[in-house]
T-cell receptor, first 112, second 114 residues
Framework: KNQVEQSPQSLIILEGKNCTLQ??????????LRWYKQDTGRGPVSLTI?????NTKSNGRYTATLDADTKQSSLHITASQLSDSASYIC???????????FGKGNQVVVIP | DAMVIQNPRYQVTQFGKPVTLSCSQT?????MYWYQQKSSQAPKLLFH???????NEADTPDNFQSRRPNTSFCFLDIRSPGLGDAAMYLC?????????????FGDGTRLSIL
């Protein structure tokens, strides 16, 4: 069964600080990995998408990394802002039919 | 501008009373998906349409049905909602059902069952 595990489940950080979220997956065959940001009461919004050959991708203050050998990804948030408070969901695409395996998300709370 | 629009944002229905959730898209995407997301859980795919072809997930209860009358609209029908069906329902689209195609999500409909 395809699985995506995220850690930590939740964390609280001070505004302006950095944080790193982890995603481990066992999805096979691997196609791509996406990080989504989901604000409370809203739908997920795509932050980054990486294929097998990509190691890192940035979107503003968000930087995602991928190690396809160890099946690990991370999302680094630089200089956090209050608006970064959200759930960050790691989603791995398996095979060629766009079937997605979702993690449960990292709940981030940024406090002033 | 919203590209995947779900209505209503909040829906309250009675136990056993049929309810319909709607989704529309302005992206002209071929594929539309319905997910169920319960609190602190990952979204769970219920079914999807590739154009007019309906694809049901094996573990989606029979209580859940879907209609796609045209490219732009897709509906989720819950025939006899139970208390366990209270959740956020997310609609998503993708241009095609292929590798690397991003899914664009709506803001969801939060369904409550009385």
């Amino acid at each position: 069964k395809n699985q995506v595990e995220q850690s930590p489940q939740s964390l609280i950080i001070l505004e302006g600080k950095n944080c790193t979220l982890q995603c481990n997956y066992t999805v096979s065959p691997f196609s791509n990995l996406r990080w989504y940001k989901q604000d409370t009461g809203r739908g997920p919004v795509s932050l980054t998408i990486m294929t097998f050959s990509e190691n890192t991708k940035s979107n503003g203050r968000y930087t995602a990394t991928l190690d396809a050998d160890t099946k690990q990804s991370s999302l680094h948030i630089t200089a956090s802002q209050l608006s970064d408070s959200a759930s960050y969901i790691c989603v791995v695409s398996a095979g060629g039919n766009n079937r997605l395996a979702f993690g449960k998300g990292n709940q981030v709370v940024v406090i002033p | 501008d919203a590209m995947v629009i779900q209505n209503p944002r909040y829906q309250v229905t009675q136990f056993g009373k049929p309810v319909t959730l709607s989704c529309s898209q302005t992206l002209n995407h071929n594929v539309m998906y319905w997910y169920q997301q319960k609190s602190s859980q990952a979204p769970k795919l219920l079914f999807h349409y590739y154009d007019k072809d309906f694809n049901n997930e094996a573990d989606t209860p029979d209580n859940f049905q879907s209609r796609r009358p045209n490219t732009s609209f897709c509906f989720l029908d819950i025939r006899s909602p139970g208390l366990g069906d209270a959740a956020m329902y997310l609609c998503a689209t993708s241009r095609v059902a292929g590798v690397g195609q991003p899914q664009h999500f709506g803001d969801g409909t939060r369904l409550s069952i009385l």
